[in-house]
């Protein structure tokens, strides 16, 4: 069992930055793919940025590519993603989720642990 937690998420002016992290619990964690999601009022979550076990792979959504950047340190079992130039567009609950496949994926349905969220605004 992984249980992650997202931390990080507030208040932001547009153009500004946010750092986000998702702390992971459980023995294999540091063996996962990890991945972001978001989800905003009244759409679909969707894809942000995914990584496999050890960095070596990155994969991100055309929205973000350029701007966010994901991490990880396994030694702290944490995935990051550093936001910059946000905007508006980019206001949603920020979700990261754990693939035991080790696939950098955009696929939701191959994520088995999720985390609760963090609320990302970004004011214009």
């Known amino acids: 069992q992984v ?3 997202e ?8 153009g500004g930055s946010l750092r986000l992290s ?3 619990s459980g023995r294999t964690a ?3 793919a990890m991945g972001w999601f978001r989800q905003a ?12 076990w050890n960095g070596g792979r990155t994969y991100y959504a055309d929205s973000v ?3 966010f950047t994901i991490s990880r340190d396994n030694a702290k079992k ?9 905007n508006p ?8 989720a754990a693939n035991p496949r080790n696939i950098a994926t955009q696929l939701q349905n191959l994520y088995d642990y999720w985390g609760q969220g963090t609320q990302v605004t970004v004011s214009s």
Not at 7 to 14: E, I, P, R
Not at 41 to 52: D, S, T
Not at 89 to 96: H, K, M, N, P, S
């Open 65 to 67: 590519k350029g701007r």
């Open 30 to 32: 540091s063996t996962l």
């Open 89 to 96: 567009e980019d206001t949603a609950v920020y979700y990261c």
């Open 41 to 52: 009022p009244g759409k679909e979550r969707e894809f942000v940025a995914a990584i496999n």
């Open 7 to 14: 931390s990080g998420g507030g208040l932001v002016q547009a």
């Open 22 to 24: 998702c702390a992971a």
């Open 3 to 5: 249980h992650l937690v």
């Open 78 to 86: 944490t995935v990051y993603l550093q936001m910059s130039s946000l």
